[in-house]
Structures are given as structure tokens and as C-alpha cells.
């Protein structure tokens, strides 16, 4: 966690929260309120809610507002030096966002970015046929998009 709060941000307002989960308390219900899909976090010790808010960071009048930028970057902070430790750590979208608000008592004005899983890799047998081929193959990224040029450049 200490390199997700050493992440670049606007001004130095670090607006992402983090709600760490790993008790027998708190564990289940984050595991009720994931996706079917993401049935292989069930397993994970640790499950991190990110949270943010807008007012926590810069907002600048041409409607940048950076909470949600600068979240991002804390986040991918955290899943670098996760994986330098030796640890899987899985950002999911699929998630009862309302249900984990309540579970938790997150205030309305908060957004619930991504839910990430955290913990050291398992049996690769847990997983369905599908996983298990995704985690047998090489990585591959989709081509960059087009990247679009001006005149001026």
C-alpha cells in the first residue's frame, strides 16, 4: 500500500481511499457482493474497495477534474509493486457497487472505482476451462488506436 500513497497527483491532493478487507468479518461481504464472473476472488485474502470524490483533488473550470486520474495512477502503483512482491493483485468491475456502498457505509458523495482482489497466486485447477486456457496463454493487448495527428504537430 505504501506505493499506491507515494503515486503522483494534482497538487499533491492523493484523493483515492482505500477500505482494505481481510477479516472474517468484512471478507464475506465483499465475497457476496462480486460478479459470477468473478468467482476466483472468492479466494483472495485480501479484497481493497478505491474509493474517491471529486472535492479531493483538483478541479479546474474546464471540467478536468483529476480524482478519478489520479486514483487511477495510486491504483496502478499498487498493482506494480504487488507484482514486484510476488502477489496477484486483480482490479475487477464486476460488483454490487450499491451493496458493497451500504455493507461498508460509504457516503454518497464517494465513487467506488474498482474492487481489487489481493493475494498470492493458487492452484490453477480452481479455475474454470476458460481461466485456465487465459492463464496458459501469452498476454496479448489490442493494437493502439489510431492516434490522431494535427497540423500543427
Not at 459470477?36 to 483538483?58: F, H, K, M, S
Not at 506494480?80 to 458523495?109: C, K, N, V, W
Request: hydrophobic share 40%; net charge negative; proline share 5%.
Amino acid at each position: 500500500m505504501t506505493a499506491a500513497t507515494l503515486a503522483p497527483s494534482c497538487a499533491n491532493k492523493q484523493p483515492w481511499r482505500f477500505v482494505v478487507t481481510q477479516s472474517e468479518d468484512s471478507l464475506p461481504r465483499v465475497r457476496a457482493r462480486l460478479s459470477e464472473g468473478n468467482y476466483w476472488a472468492q479466494r483472495a485474502p485480501v479484497i481493497v474497495l478505491v474509493i474517491t470524490r471529486d472535492d479531493l483533488d483538483c478541479r479546474l473550470e474546464d471540467d478536468r477534474n483529476y480524482a478519478l486520474f489520479d486514483t487511477g495512477m495510486s491504483v496502478m502503483a499498487m498493482l506494480t509493486q504487488a507484482e514486484a512482491e510476488g502477489l496477484y493483485a486483480h482490479p475487477m468491475a464486476g460488483f454490487d457497487s450499491a451493496g458493497l456502498r451500504g455493507d461498508f457505509a460509504i457516503d454518497d458523495g464517494y465513487r467506488l472505482v474498482t474492487v481489487i482482489a489481493l493475494g498470492y497466486p493458487g492452484s490453477i485447477e480452481v479455475l474454470n476451462e476458460k481461466h485456465q486456457d487465459a492463464e496458459r496463454s501469452a498476454r496479448s493487448r489490442k493494437p493502439l488506436q489510431e492516434v490522431v495527428k494535427f497540423d500543427s504537430w
